[in-house]
């Protein structure tokens, strides 16, 4: 009996530090998977910078709006990213629809006032999506029922009213469809997942880009331009054989 408690009173420390050791590899890992501390208040502190010298003659000192633009406590990430991204915001003129243009920030930096303005409140997040599991069927019914109406069976836009018209998505890329979809900027209405969940998100954006370059059977694409081209083609085609018919009968003896 001695003799096994001499050999335990080895092994039992030499298995306590097995298991510390394996505990600690086991941990490790999972540690160094996270982001640097202070990297994302970083982030939000760059981007408040960025804020202070060219948002706030318009959005207020901490977000909270003024005379010349809108609050942007709630906005969320996904509104601060597309109109970012767009080169919609700054804005050149106010009082006036944003028009799409470069953008005059870089994409470190429009990240940057994204994670500041998503920091003044809750609000929508950047969508996250994977096109390639889109439906393009559902995508086109989806996209006829919800947002042809507005921006045309083609996706090139179209007039809404006095100085409102909704724009062309040719441009888009498939985030910026996806964050238009979630935060409805301008005259464009909010879908959110409860009225559009995810997988039809995809599916939409998925439609979308389809749209840029589709695939043309039975005749001319005619620059994609929806109904008003073919029309044109079709007046054209028949006033040029009234014109062939009339000339025929006038020359017959």
Known sequence: MTAWRARLAVLLPLVGAGLLAVSAGAVQPA?????????????????????????????GARGEGGER?????????????????????PLNQTGVQPQRKPPIYS???????????????????????????GDLAEGYELFSNNC?????????????????????????STSQIAEAVRVG????????????????????????????????????????LGPLPEGFVAWVVGLMAMLGVARWIGTRD
């Open 107 to 133: 994409e470190g930096e429009i990240e940057e006032l994204t994670a500041y303005v998503a920091s003044l409140g809750p609000g929508p997040s950047q969508p996250h999506i994977d096109v390639s599991q």
């Open 31 to 59: 540690q160094a998977q996270l982001p640097p501390p202070g990297a994302a208040q970083a982030q939000v502190e760059a981007g408040r910078q960025l804020y202070l010298v060219a948002c706030t003659s318009c959005h």
């Open 185 to 224: 900027p301008g005259a464009m209405p909010v879908f959110g997942p409860e009225t559009i969940d995810d997988h039809q998100l995809e599916s939409i954006v998925r439609y979308v880009v389809y749209l840029k370059n589709p695939d043309d059977r039975g005749g001319y694409g005619l620059g994609h």
């Open 148 to 172: 042809a109406s507005c921006h045309s069976s083609a996706g090139i836009g179209g007039a809404l009213g006095h100085a409102i018209y909704a724009p062309g998505l040719k441009p888009a």
């Open 69 to 89: 633009g809108p609050t942007l406590v709630g906005a969320g990430a996904a509104s601060a990213h597309y109109y970012l991204s767009t080169g919609r915001m």
